[in-house]
């Protein structure tokens, strides 16, 4: 029996920053991390990703931010979309446009956002009905990162320790309302290099070689429980002291990983550099960086604190924006329409 056209299904996920980083699988194939992760959903920012599937597809179409999709991106949302048609029953092929509202390549977590939209569109548009908890557990599969976009607020992906990943999924410890003083600072730096290393293959050197890794993994359980609750009590000097001793925890297994990974800019490492300062010259922790695989930094602070910090940080070379956003609702529907996606 033929299958019947469906519907174009729409759907939003914002980024998320990692206070507590996702580095290094058990599991390569379901993406089962060693250690747990926690981080901020981000408002302002979304991926918007549109799926239809179409039994007049004669192969999947890919579209990322205006362009057709082409090697490693083309082939990551395949596979993903075989997922989801193993779900629903369906062997239709599927087009998909996704577009991001803030810069892509640019190392700010658009893995994260636009996997976790891709969950969302294209098992509604499969006519599935999946649980966050199932879609967070699917999107897991794309990015890891992005098991945590399908929350929003503070959240935490739980590594779990059953083989098949029933357990390994994301859930919202608190809301974004919880916190709405704390800022994040991203700085966008110039030049960042785009990334050469996928971040499956460059965890998974770390894991092989780091001298350091065995280390990182005792201690994370331990900061995670602390950063857990100094956002409960919003501890800022608390939670902005406990992110940079994660932040330098991951910098420093990257760094030793052989062959090293190198992911920050000149520019990068002064923002690190200018905040320690600012802090020392406070005498209390007003701000903690933090940075993902990439050269951009993000500093959080609190809304209090925020004129100060930046025009502390406005002098320094190599800055080409600064983004300012707080913590955000997750993932959400927008809309199916009948027909092609417009
Ligand atoms: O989800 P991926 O495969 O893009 O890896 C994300 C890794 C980090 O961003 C560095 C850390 C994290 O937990 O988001």
């Given at each position: 029996?033929?299958?019947?056209?469906?519907?174009?299904?729409?759907?939003?996920?914002?980024?998320n920053i990692?206070?507590?980083?996702?580095?290094?699988?058990?599991?390569?194939?379901?993406r089962l991390?060693?250690n747990?992760?926690?981080?901020?959903?981000?408002?302002?920012l979304?991926?918007r990703t549109?799926?239809?599937?179409?039994?007049?597809?004669?192969?999947?179409?890919?579209?990322?931010?205006g362009?057709?999709a082409?090697g490693g991106?083309?082939?990551?949302?395949?596979?993903?979309?075989d997922?989801?048609r193993?779900l629903?029953?369906?062997?239709?092929?599927a087009?998909?446009?996704s577009?991001?509202?803030?810069?892509?390549?640019?190392?700010?977590?658009?893995?994260?956002?636009?996997?976790?939209a891709?969950?969302?569109?294209?098992?509604?548009?499969?006519?599935?009905?999946l649980?966050?908890r199932?879609?967070s557990?699917?999107?897991?599969?794309g990015?890891?990162s992005?098991?945590r976009?399908?929350?929003?607020?503070f959240?935490?992906?739980?590594?779990?320790?059953?083989p098949?990943?029933?357990?390994?999924?994301?859930?919202?410890?608190?809301?974004a309302?919880?916190?709405p003083?704390?800022?994040?600072l991203?700085?966008?730096?110039?030049g960042?290099p785009?990334?050469?290393?996928?971040?499956?293959?460059a965890?998974?050197a770390?894991?092989?070689t780091?001298?350091?890794?065995?280390?990182?993994?005792?201690?994370?359980?331990?900061?995670?429980?602390?950063?857990?609750?100094a956002v409960?009590?919003?501890?800022a000097d608390r939670?902005?002291s406990?992110?940079m001793?994660?932040?330098?925890?991951?910098r420093?297994?990257?760094?030793t990983?052989?062959?090293?990974?190198?992911?920050?800019?000149?520019?990068?490492?002064a923002?690190l550099?200018?905040?320690?300062?600012?802090?020392?010259?406070?005498?209390?922790?007003?701000?903690g960086?933090t940075?993902?695989a990439?050269?951009?930094?993000h500093?959080?602070?609190?809304?209090?604190?925020?004129?100060?910090?930046?025009?502390?940080?406005?002098?320094i070379?190599?800055?080409?924006?600064?983004?300012?956003?707080r913590p955000?609702?997750?993932?959400?529907?927008?809309?199916a329409?009948?027909?092609?996606?417009s």
């Open positions: 029996m033929a299958s019947r056209p469906r519907p174009t299904v729409t759907y939003d996920a914002p980024p990692a206070l507590v980083k996702y580095w290094g699988v058990r599991d390569e194939e379901l991390p060693y747990s992760s926690f981080s901020v959903t981000l408002d302002r979304r991926s549109a799926v239809r599937f179409d039994p007049e597809l004669r192969e999947d179409e890919v579209e990322l931010n362009t057709a082409v991106p083309r082939d990551g949302v395949v596979r993903f979309l997922r989801v193993e629903a029953g369906t062997s239709d092929h087009s998909v446009r577009e991001n509202n803030f810069p892509t390549a640019s190392g700010l977590a658009s893995s994260a956002s636009g996997f976790a891709l969950a969302g569109a294209a098992t509604r548009a499969a006519g599935l009905a649980s966050d199932d879609l557990r699917l999107a897991r599969r990015s890891g992005a098991s976009s399908v929350f929003g607020g959240v935490e992906w739980r590594a779990g320790v059953r098949d990943g029933f357990d390994s999924y994301a859930r919202s410890v608190y809301p309302r919880h916190w003083s704390l800022v994040d991203v700085l966008l730096v110039r960042a785009v990334k050469e290393v996928r971040s499956n293959d965890m998974q770390t894991v092989r780091s001298p350091d890794y065995r280390a990182r993994l005792a201690e994370v359980p331990r900061r995670l429980r602390a950063i857990r609750a409960g009590a919003r501890r939670l902005f406990l992110v001793e994660e932040c330098d925890s991951f420093l297994v990257c760094e990983t052989v062959p090293s990974l190198d992911y920050l800019t000149a520019t990068s490492r923002i550099a200018e905040v320690r300062e600012l802090n020392r010259a406070a005498g209390r922790t007003l701000a960086y940075h993902d990439g050269a951009h930094v500093v959080f602070t609190l809304a209090r604190d925020l004129a100060a910090v930046r025009r502390r940080l406005a002098g070379e190599g800055v080409e924006r600064t983004l300012v956003v955000g609702p997750g993932g959400r529907f927008v809309r329409t009948s027909g092609r996606a």
